[in-house]
């Protein structure tokens, strides 16, 4: 896997300074935002390795991340998570051990964990009550951040529980919005929400035109160079799904027909488990080996059968562990 840092910003004293890491292997950007005055430094949205095929979890993406951190003299107060996602584990709890800081998520994540707790048959017990994160954000939350403020906005819609960042003109958006030309982000996942999403953003729309929206994924369509930030008023202009001329109605039947057509993604199962425990891995339950469980037939498309019915457990020597 290959990263590349890119820095997008000098430092006005309003303005934090962002530094974007591009995760190539599930087309995440990871952010270090800077109050520059202060040295204080939050990271949006880390990423922990994964290698489907051996299950082998490593570490090179958060390592840069954190080498650039201490390279230079940064000290992490925040790290934060816009929503859980489902296309890549996070590297919050790893970093938090490495760097300190504070591991921040949406107040209604809290949710997600029982939903995800359900698909999962609470394989290993997962505590439901948001105690693996050290802050859960209401909507309009603000958390002091060196010379600037972190204001958070609940933005439901692609998640029931996601929440977007604003610091100084710098917007942190999440799955809310992807770039200009590559629209919104599905709404099927459970408690996603199309008409939600939309109401989401048109609150996004009211922030001022410079506003500097970063976004969580770029796909690259077409096979473009990569990009991360626009301002609000492209989007509002002409963002590709949604914008000042797109009403609720169609942006709903639009963004429902294109999710219609969507599979899985192919982290899902991993992410989801590891992220609603803020990047801490579940334990086998008798040898407290770090595991990933895989239930089956749980996610899918329509059709999908019941894995009980396709092998009834009369007819089988099931091995319990109690
Ligand atoms: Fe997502």
Redesign the pocket.
Known sequence: MTESSHRVSETPTTTPEVAAFFDVATSTLTYVVTSPETKRCAIIDPVLDYDESSAAVSTESADTVARYVLENDLRVDYILET?V???HLSAAHYLRQHLGGLIGIGAETVGVQSAVAAIYSDATPLARDGSHFDVLLEDERSLAFGSLHIRTLHVPG??PACVAYLIGDALFA??TLFMPDSGT?RCDFPGGDARSLYRSIQRLFRLPDATRVFV??DYQPNGRSLQYVAPIKTHRDRNIHVNRTVSEVSFVAMRSQRDAGLGTPKLMLPSLQVNVRGGTLPRHPTTGEPFLYLPLNKLGAAGTRNIEDIFPRQNENVDFID
């Open positions: 929503h996602h489902a296309d692609h998640t999440g799955d982000a969580c994924h």
